[in-house]
């Protein structure tokens, strides 16, 4: 098939764009936003060798979607090596912890995805060779995927999802947008709705065979540090605001001082998505309490923890039980996994912006696991009434944690999919 108008725009465009991209990218390494040594990647440089055998690539943008790849890669044939890519350091080391815990680090390589000039991409693929690629959710970058297209290098698009808002936008460019999605040649989408859409904007060879993030593993938990502050707390009452964002923190301290009237010695533990934000968070308590899990402060009697390290979601999850997950309070949202704290028996509410998780949202919804509030007067009103009634408490966690256990065999089935792309 011959180039689409507007890809060879986007190719002169990124290509002109490529100095200012250059200076972006020392710019993000300043702000700590990319890891030192590695920034080549993101030009399509790397000086190890491809291991031989058959690779496969798969691309996803960040921490999400890598925690649901993890089981399609664990049941990959072993003799089949990964190259797998993402856009963000706070992936890169989530990584790090995980590859070696699921024993996976011997076959698979970490990589940052090259930003989509062309040049760099035609590095970046003329040194890895994958046999299959594969693109995790809505990652249509039109040169690494036009990329694979001129190489024949078979495309699946995984666990795909189309927003409302995505579709009206991709609808704009209806001859681009089949261009784009012909080039797949399958597409898993994460529900019939999804999977219509895309359908609708030319994919083809289009399934719905579930979401891969009701698969994923239970987020890991230190065992020794769980049980050291489970004692240190005691019997105080503890919520937790999960992957907050900015505009949410705010809200957070709001609630607290609202439950506190109640609950004086309630602990709450503010974990922000972005770890790094952790010492501006701190400056909004006033007259509460406040300690920093980074700077080896204690949980404050009456105040709020911020938990402001990286990959400890599980260990405060399993303290708290209720759970309030952000990214969804303010605009723009779009919310964050609400099956993560689901799947380990904790209460869950989300706020009004979820269009991220829709189909998480949907079924944990309709099991009775799910609350949604709007404001902190509403969000103290939801932590209130759990902390007054433990026996909903159990019910509703007992509820989501068996929601959030379906599609168990579908890691599985993707991988199967993955490996049968060859070549024509």
């Known amino acids: 098939m011959s180039r689409h108008p507007f890809q060879c725009v986007w190719s002169g465009v990124t290509a002109a764009a490529a100095p200012l991209l250059r200076r972006m990218v020392g710019r993000r390494l300043a702000r700590g936003k990319e890891m030192p040594g590695r920034t080549g990647e993101r030009f399509g440089i790397d000086p190890t060798s491809r291991p031989a055998g058959r690779l496969i690539w798969l691309h996803a943008a960040s921490v999400g979607e890598t925690v649901s790849i993890l089981p399609v890669i664990s049941a990959l044939p072993t003799d089949i090596h990964v190259l797998l890519t993402t856009g963000t350091v706070t992936s890169a080391e989530l990584l790090a912890k995980r590859l070696p815990e699921l024993g996976l680090s011997a076959r698979v390589t970490h990589r940052f995805v090259p930003l989509d000039v062309p040049a760099w991409v035609a590095r970046f693929l003329d040194h890895w060779q994958p046999d299959v690629a594969g693109?995790?959710?809505?990652?249509?970058?039109?040169?690494?995927?036009?990329?694979?297209?001129?190489?024949?290098?078979?495309?699946?698009?995984?666990?795909?999802?189309?927003?409302?808002?995505?579709?009206?936008?991709?609808s704009r460019l209806p001859g681009f947008a089949r261009y784009v999605l012909s080039g797949f040649d399958l597409i898993q989408a994460q529900t019939e709705t999804y999977a219509e859409r895309l359908r609708r904007l030319g994919g083809v060879n289009v399934t719905a065979p579930g979401d891969l993030k009701f698969a994923a593993p239970d987020l890991p938990a230190d065992a020794t540090e769980l049980a050291r502050l489970r004692s240190l707390i005691s019997d105080r009452p503890v919520w937790l605001a999960a992957s907050t964002h900015p505009g949410e923190d705010e809200i957070i301290f709001a609630a607290h001082r609202r439950l506190s009237v109640a609950h004086p010695h309630l602990l709450t533990i503010l974990v922000p998505r972005h770890p790094e934000r952790g010492e501006r968070i701190a400056r909004l308590g006033g007259d509460v309490p406040v300690g920093r899990r980074s700077a080896g402060e204690p949980p404050p009697d009456g105040g709020v923890w911020i938990a402001d390290t990286l990959g400890e979601l599980g260990l405060f999850c399993r303290l708290a039980r209720i759970v309030f997950v952000g990214r969804s309070l303010v605009l723009p949202g779009g919310g964050q996994n609400p099956l993560e704290p689901a799947r380990l028996g904790c209460a869950v509410a989300v706020g009004p912006h979820t269009g991220n998780?829709?189909?998480?949202?949907?079924?944990?919804?309709?099991?009775?696991?799910?609350?949604?509030?709007?404001?902190?007067?509403?969000?103290?009103?939801?932590?209130?009434?759990?902390?007054?009634?433990?026996?909903?408490?159990a019910a509703t966690g007992a509820a989501g944690a068996a929601a959030s256990g379906r599609y168990a065999d579908l890691p599985a089935r993707t991988a199967a999919a993955l490996v049968g792309l060859r070549a024509v």
Do not use: K
């Open 135 to 170: 693109f995790v959710e809505s990652e249509l970058w039109p040169s690494l995927l036009a990329g694979c297209r001129a190489r024949n290098i078979p495309m699946m698009l995984l666990n795909a999802r189309m927003s409302r808002r995505s579709f009206a936008n991709w």
């Open 357 to 393: 998780f829709d189909s998480a949202i949907e079924i944990l919804g309709a099991a009775g696991a799910l609350a949604q509030v709007s404001d902190a007067a509403s969000l103290a009103v939801w932590v209130d009434g759990l902390l007054r009634d433990p026996g909903r408490l």
